[in-house]
Nanobody, 130 residues
Framework: QVQLVESGGGLVQPGGSLRLSCAASGLTLDPYGVGWFRQAPGKQREGVSYIGSSTNTFYADSVKGRFTISRDFAEHTVRLQMNSLKPEDTGVYYC????????????????????????WGKGTQVSVSK
């Protein structure tokens, strides 16, 4: 059984940092594109960042320059480093994985659409508040 598990969420003050991790059981994430999504209370889920190959990454405009997505091949995880956090970054953060040998790579700096992911985690809460 495949499971994605997010970790690293928490409560942080504005301007602070958190590092989220997405790990998988039942598969290795290396051939998967991995996206990070978030859902704030009362809002639709939105794509935040994505990594296909190590050189193909995407960031939503709202997080560009503050968030960095990367792969840790040694630990088969995908991390999202979040710096200069703002209250509007608050929400539940989900990671999702899509099998790229089947789906194919996205164009440069593009994110695989939400409906195409094969697996989803249950989310981790990020709260940014004084």
């Amino acid at each position: 059984q495949v499971q994605l598990v997010e970790s690293g969420g928490g409560l942080v003050q504005p301007g602070g940092s958190l590092r989220l991790s997405c790990a998988a059981s039942g598969l290795t994430l290396d051939p998967y594109g991995v996206g990070w999504f978030r859902q704030a209370p009362g809002k639709q889920r939105e794509g935040v960042s994505y990594i296909g190959s190590s050189t193909n990454t995407f960031y939503a405009d709202s997080v560009k320059g503050r968030f960095t997505i990367s792969r840790d091949f040694a630990e088969h995880t995908v991390r999202l480093q979040m710096n200069s956090l703002k209250p509007e970054d608050t929400g539940v953060y989900y990671c999702a994985a899509v099998f790229l040998p089947r789906r194919g790579q996205t164009e440069k700096e593009a994110m695989v659409p939400e409906e195409e992911y094969d697996y989803w985690g249950k989310g981790t809460q990020v709260s940014v508040s004084k």
